[in-house]
C-alpha cells in the first residue's frame, strides 16, 4: 500500500431546504451545494437560491 499524500477535512452542514454549505479546510469561502434545473424538477422543490449539485461537482472532477 502507498503513503497517504492527503486527507481532506471537509465539514458540511445544511442550510435551508436543499442547500448545504461545505467548509473545506485551507480555503476561505464555502463551497455551496444544492439543486437547478432536472434535479430541482425530478425532486419537486424550488430553492430560493440554486446551486450546483454535488453530482455536478463529481462529473466535473471526473471530467477535469
Not at 458540511?12 to 469561502?29: L, N, S, V, Y
Request: charged share 20%; proline share 5%.
Amino acid at each position: 500500500m502507498g503513503n497517504i499524500v492527503h486527507t481532506s477535512h471537509i465539514t458540511i452542514t445544511r442550510e435551508m431546504g436543499p442547500t448545504r454549505k461545505a467548509i473545506i479546510k485551507g480555503f476561505d469561502e464555502p463551497v455551496f451545494y444544492g439543486v437547478h434545473g432536472g434535479i430541482k424538477h425530478f425532486y419537486k422543490v424550488d430553492p430560493d437560491i440554486e446551486h450546483a449539485a454535488t453530482l455536478d461537482h463529481i462529473t466535473g472532477a471526473v471530467g477535469g
